[in-house]
Structure formats: structure tokens, C-alpha cells
């Protein structure tokens, strides 16, 4: 089954305790994205990667650190997390085809609801 | 300027009923995607109906329809015939191919649509 996975689902941490949140997708995708959903906000966009070592800043990058050394992996690192970090996080994956890229789907994660204290 | 524009918060639709979910978009891009997604009460994010910029006809998936107005920059969204599942945060999202961001898929804030029995 295609899909996207998080982990973990639920967290809740302190302020300046590093953790980090696994995304992993199944379906050889090249684009991996990261968001960020808020009341009121929608989701934005944290960072994303077009390719293994290929990452870039999205929307909203400050306080976040990723990393892609495999296709299927997308570790969103929170350094020293802060209370404005709580949100609900997704994951998400794509392929990108020539000419055709802006068509295809976005798969998302179940997505991570992280609180922090 | 916001690239993807939802006004309405929230909406309500009587059972069997027709609904209609605004968006509008901003982009200089003459190739530009437009999607649909939906997220129930449970998170999930779901994918509905995708519209290129070039598709010459108003995609259609089951239930749903785009009503795109190319001139207008409106892509909005049409539930026919609204079951109580339908109940959700509805998200409008555009996926433009130029600049840094290539790929990166705006969102709007969303609208609650909740169907009444």
C-alpha cells in the first residue's frame, strides 16, 4: 500500500529538548515536504527536498532543521523546541515529472501532534 | 499578497443539498495547478480533485466538480447532493512550477463545512 508515515503520532516534550519526527514514504518519490498546521493558518510549508541532499527552506523554516541522506526518509529535527513550536505537523510526498510535476498528487502522513511545554 | 483565498470560515449545507466552497489564487505563473483536499475531524489530510491551468474542461471526481474560472482566478469547489460525511475542513491549494519554491504547494486557511440532517 502507497503511503506516508509518521512517527510518532503524539508528543508532548519541554522547552529545548531536541526531538525528532521520522517521515517516511514507500512510493520512490522524489519531492518530500515538511508543513505546519495551525488554527486559523492553513498548513505552511517548513522545508522541503527535491532529491536526496537536496534540501530548502520553505515558508516557515526558523527553529527547524532537516535532512534527506535516503529517498524514502525526511527527519524534521527540532533543535531546541519552543512553546510556538506546538502544531500539528505533516509529512508529505510527491513525484516530480517532466513537464508534469505540478499535476501530480501530494501524498500526505497521518501527521504529528506535537505539544511543547 | 495571499496566493490562495478561502472567505468563507465556515459554511453549513442541508443534507442532499448542493454546496459550493470558494477559492481564489494569485500567480503570475502561466502554468500552475490547483487541488483540493479535504481534512476530517480525525486530520487526515484526503486528496479530492486536482484542475491544471491548461485543462480545457472543469474536472469532475464523483461528487465533486471544479468550477474553474480561468480569467477570474477561481477554482472553486462544488459537493453535490452533501452527505453527513462530508462534514470537514475543507483546503484549496495551488502548486506553481517557477521560481525557488518550484513545486511548493500554497494553501488556503480552509473552510468548515459542517452538514446539517
Known amino acids: 500500500e502507497a503511503q506516508v508515515t509518521q512517527n510518532p503520532r503524539y508528543l508532548i516534550t519541554v522547552t529545548g529538548k531536541k526531538l525528532t519526527v521520522t517521515c517516511s514514504q514507500n512510493?520512490?518519490?522524489?519531492?518530500m515536504s515538511w508543513y505546519r498546521q495551525d488554527p486559523g493558518l492553513g498548513l505552511r510549508q517548513i522545508y522541503y527536498?527535491?532529491?536526496?541532499?537536496?534540501?530548502d527552506k520553505g515558508d516557515v523554516p526558523e527553529g527547524y532543521k532537516v535532512s534527506r541522506k535516503e529517498k524514502r526518509n525526511f527527519p524534521l529535527i527540532l533543535e531546541s523546541p519552543s512553546p510556538n513550536q506546538t502544531s500539528l505537523y505533516f509529512c508529505a510526498s510527491t513525484k516530480l515529472g517532466l513537464g508534469q510535476g505540478i499535476a501530480y498528487e501530494q501524498y500526505f502522513g497521518p501527521g504529528t501532534r506535537l505539544t511543547v511545554t | 499578497a495571499q496566493k490562495i483565498t478561502q472567505t468563507q470560515p465556515g459554511m453549513f449545507v442541508q443534507e442532499k443539498e448542493a454546496v459550493t466552497l470558494d477559492c481564489t489564487y494569485d500567480?503570475?505563473?502561466?502554468?500552475?495547478?490547483l487541488f483540493w483536499y479535504k481534512q476530517p475531524s480525525s486530520g487526515e489530510m484526503i486528496f479530492l480533485i486536482y484542475q491544471g491551468s491548461y485543462d480545457q474542461q472543469n474536472a469532475t471526481e464523483g461528487r465533486y466538480s471544479l468550477n474553474f474560472q480561468k480569467a477570474r482566478k477561481s477554482a472553486n469547489l462544488v459537493i453535490s447532493a452533501s452527505q453527513l460525511g462530508d462534514s470537514a475542513m475543507y483546503f484549496c491549494a495551488m502548486r506553481e512550477t517557477s521560481g525557488a519554491g518550484s513545486y511548493q504547494l500554497t494553501f488556503g486557511k480552509g473552510t468548515k463545512l459542517s452538514v446539517i440532517p
Open positions: 512510493m520512490n518519490h522524489e519531492y
Open positions: 527536498s527535491m532529491n536526496v541532499e537536496v534540501t
Open positions: 500567480t503570475s505563473d502561466p502554468s500552475y495547478g
